[in-house]
């Protein structure tokens, strides 16, 4: 990024800060400086805090203590682009699920393909952008639960009892490493305490008759030494879409969770948790309605030579005059099951503290039945996933005693596998004529990925004010596929094979401490994604290269001495090479149908931008703030994109599911009606940007592949009183209508969209 680049940018982050409002990157009670060394030292040993201080701690301008480098340490003081939510927050705005808080952060996006488990992550134009079905699956970005890395198993876990979220922007590979290129989302839970009992109960009911219930029960078994934390939750909703078919049915759906965690501290130097953690998910069907828009499949078998062809809004018409209706002849059903189990050992002494995770993972997931989206009998498919992962990471690290030199030093192990075993048959309808429930495609496939790193960080005071920090992260990574394809009974060819990579990424930050509470800081990082095994004999090259960036960073962080205001603002500029993509492409020769994917590598491309975070408290009892994001994410250098069979140029082209901007607002009144009572008024407002859905958005450039920009009202009012939490909430309140992306699962209706809705709804909760 040039100078004079850079000027632009710092112009644009100073005339936001004073034009736009915008959010707290974090949460948490009034506190002294001393008070706050205090809180630090509670979070570094993970105590639980008093859980009614932090059901009220709704100050958006005050601070929260994050683990966003392995230690706790104020958010001012962490020299990374980060956005966070405390469990005030996580309560307060109605938060389950990774769309929830990504609204509220800068220069992050998400795709939704009609599952709770299938969101395609985008971070500063980041995004993996491969098929949710890849296997081995290997993510853009770490996703960790209380340490525990869990993005090889899903994407969206809903999650109860959460203490933090952090979601942290550009490459984390030091800390959060296997393939965290665009950055991580660091889940911190609450843990069991061993000193008190206590609980919760809560309910809420909200639209489409959606019933939410969920339980959280702590228990000290042995005073200061064992204690048990039970969590559950139980989630059933009628969905916002009905089948008219005959055979009935819709996108209804149950949800279901369950926690259990065993804390020992037999000394005040030792903590060892085991946790082991179930969810499960029934969906009636993939949440979509069709657009009218044919997309290739569409084209390639249905209307093969057609001029000018048209959707058949077989009865339910299109998006978005119909938001609510399909019409499909057979049932769908789609379920995901989830669990993992993980050991966490801590040890302090006075010289080190040693940390050690050990963890394992499965995931499974099923799609079966209608795949062409219509009331006509065309086709449809059984697809079982399964995955599973283990892997351990030990970490020492020195004492936060306040030494000139402070450093973390680690290595970890693990071992994804996985198979998907799908087969499409005919429908009595089928374009060809064919025998109905005559299998003509399928596909058995299985992998894995072995890798193993070595990290090390250190932090050295060259001033009381001027810290550099060097860190790196060492990775080797083996993938190896099997694959066995069939179209109409002609065999396509069968795949094993295998590649090994390596990699070394670099971190390095100066960081300034202006003032008390006022820091600036400057941040290169590497960042890499380790390359693959292509899983289908059609394709030329039998493997891809790795992704790697380097990222440039410079931010500054500040609270007012007066904690009125808390602003953050970044600047950045990253630099891809081989950035890997996605193709897909559908061949018909006669009654033949071939469909095949895979990976290739773009040349180049860049990604820069700002990101600004703030709150301003007017009065003690009114604020103020929200986000603003402004992202420039295009392809360099792409000449031979690979697009549905055809050799594009997208050189210089916006690159898929990064929008321009991405902007929030908030304004938060808290009073007290009557004595013992606190209260709230709370309205939100998000905006995300147009953007392309992949790559065949940039050929056509035509809705829905180009999906519009949107945004969003909430309203949310509540009250504590004593041990009873209250609250109202209206989530997109003016029922604007809109999509986060389109693809392709019918036929003849042409591609899907998940429509937007209203959802309004109340929740009590009773702590004890």
């Given amino acids: 990024m040039n100078r004079k680049t850079l000027l632009r940018y710092s112009a644009l982050a100073g005339v936001s800060a004073l034009a736009c409002a915008t959010q707290a990157i974090a949460h948490t009670a009034d506190a002294s400086p001393k008070d706050e060394q205090a809180q630090v030292e509670n979070s570094a040993q993970d105590r639980t805090s008093d859980p009614k201080v932090d059901r009220i701690a709704s100050d958006d301008t005050r601070e929260i203590v994050v683990t966003a480098q392995r230690r706790a340490q104020l958010a001012t003081d962490v020299p990374i682009s980060l956005t966070a939510f405390d ?22 996006s998400f795709l939704s393909t009609g599952a709770r488990d299938r969101k395609e992550i985008s971070i500063r134009g980041v995004t993996n952008q491969l098929s949710a079905d890849a296997i081995p699956r290997t993510s853009t970005f770490g996703f960790y639960i209380d340490d525990f890395n869990v993005s090889t198993g899903t994407v969206n876990p809903e999650i109860v009892d959460i203490k933090r979220i952090e979601v942290l922007r550009g490459p984390q590979g030091t800390y959060f490493g296997r393939n965290a290129v665009g950055g991580a989302i660091n889940i911190v839970t609450n843990q069991a305490n061993t000193q008190r009992f206590e609980g919760e109960a809560s309910a809420a009911y909200s639209s489409f008759n959606t019933i939410d219930v969920s339980g959280v029960l702590n228990t000290p078994i042995v005073r200061d030494k064992v204690a048990l934390r039970l969590v559950g939750r139980y989630e059933h909703s009628d969905g916002n879409i009905k089948n008219i078919n005959p055979i009935g049915g819709g996108n209804d759906s149950d949800y279901y969770y369950g926690k259990a965690m065993l804390r020992f501290t037999p000394t005040d130097q030792l903590t060892i948790d085991l946790v ?100 006509h009998d065309y086709y449809y498919e059984t697809k079982p996933i399964d995955r599973d992962s283990f892997s351990t990471e030990t970490r020492i690290q020195s004492p936060d005693d306040g030494r000139a030199f402070s450093w973390t030093v680690g290595g970890m192990y693990a071992r994804d596998a996985g198979a998907i075993n799908q087969f499409t048959y005919t429908g009595a309808d089928n374009p060809f004529g064919l025998p109905a429930d005559l299998q003509i495609t399928s596909t058995q496939n299985s992998g894995k990925s072995e890798s193993w790193a070595i990290f090390a960080q250190g932090q050295y005071d060259l001033t009381q ?20 394809n069939t179209s109409s009974g002609n065999v396509n060819g069968v795949v094993n094979d295998s590649a090994s990579f390596n990699n070394f990424s670099p971190r390095f930050t100066l960081a300034y401490k202006l003032a008390d509470r006022t820091n600036v800081y400057a941040t290169a990082s590497r960042g890499f994604k380790a390359g693959g095994v292509q899983i289908n004999p059609n394709i030329n090259d039998t493997s891809y290269a790795p992704e790697t960036l380097w990222n440039y960073e410079l931010g500054f962080k ?21 950035l890997q993509t996605e193709f897909a492409v559908a061949q018909v020769n006669g009654s033949v149908i071939t469909f095949y994917s895979g990976i290739e590598n773009a040349a180049s491309a860049h990604s820069m931008g700002v990101e600004l975070d703030a709150a301003y408290r007017i009065t003690p009892d009114f604020q103020i703030g929200g986000t603003v994001g402004y992202l420039d994410a295009k392809f360099d250098n792409y000449q031979n994109a690979y697009i549905n069979g055809q050799v594009v140029d997208l ?23 009557v004595k013992d009572v606190d209260a709230y008024v709370r309205g939100e407002w998000f905006y995300r940007d147009m953007i392309y859905s992949d790559k065949a958005a940039l050929l056509y450039n035509i809705w829905p592949y180009r999906v519009p920009s949107y945004d969003q009202f909430n309203l949310r009012a509540g009250f504590t009183k004593g041990n009873l939490d209250f609250q109202i909430y209206g989530e997109n309140i003016f029922k604007n209508r809109y999509f986060t992306n389109a693809y392709e699962k019918a036929f003849a209706g042409g591609l899907y969209v998940q429509p937007s809705v209203r959802n309004i709804g109340a929740r009590v909760t009773v702590h004890f």
Avoid: C
Wanted: charge should be positive; hydrophobic fraction near 35%; avoid cysteine.
């Fill in 651 to 673: 050189s210089d082209r916006r690159m898929p599911n990064s929008p321009k901007w991405t902007l929030s607002a908030f304004t938060e009144y808290n009073f007290t009606p």
């Fill in 276 to 375: 082991g953690t179930y969810t499960k998910e029934r969906v009636g069907m993939r949440e979509g309605v069709p657009s009218g828009v044919l997309g290739q499949t569409a084209l390639a078998v249905v209307y093969p030579g057609v001029v000018d062809p048209q959707a058949d809004p077989d009865g339910v018409g299109f998006f978005p005059q119909n938001d609510n209706r399909v019409n499909f002849n057979r049932p769908q059903r789609v379920g995901t099951e989830f669990y993992y189990v993980t050991g966490r050992i801590k040890y302090d002494t006075d010289a080190f503290s040693i940390t050690s995770i050990t963890g394992y993972i499965n995931s499974k997931q099923f799609l079966q039945g209608d795949i062409d989206g219509s009331s």
């Fill in 87 to 108: 469990a005030a927050a996580i309560q307060k705005q109605n938060v389950k699920g990774l769309d929830d808080y990504f609204a509220k952060a800068p220069n992050v």
């Fill in 465 to 484: 004010k001027l810290s550099f920090t060097a860190g790196g992260r060492y990775t080797h990574e083996k993938v190896t596929v099997s694959q066995f």
């Fill in 558 to 578: 500040t609270q007012t001495a007066d904690r009125k205001l808390l602003l953050n603002v970044a600047l950045f500029y990253m630099d891809w090479k081989d």
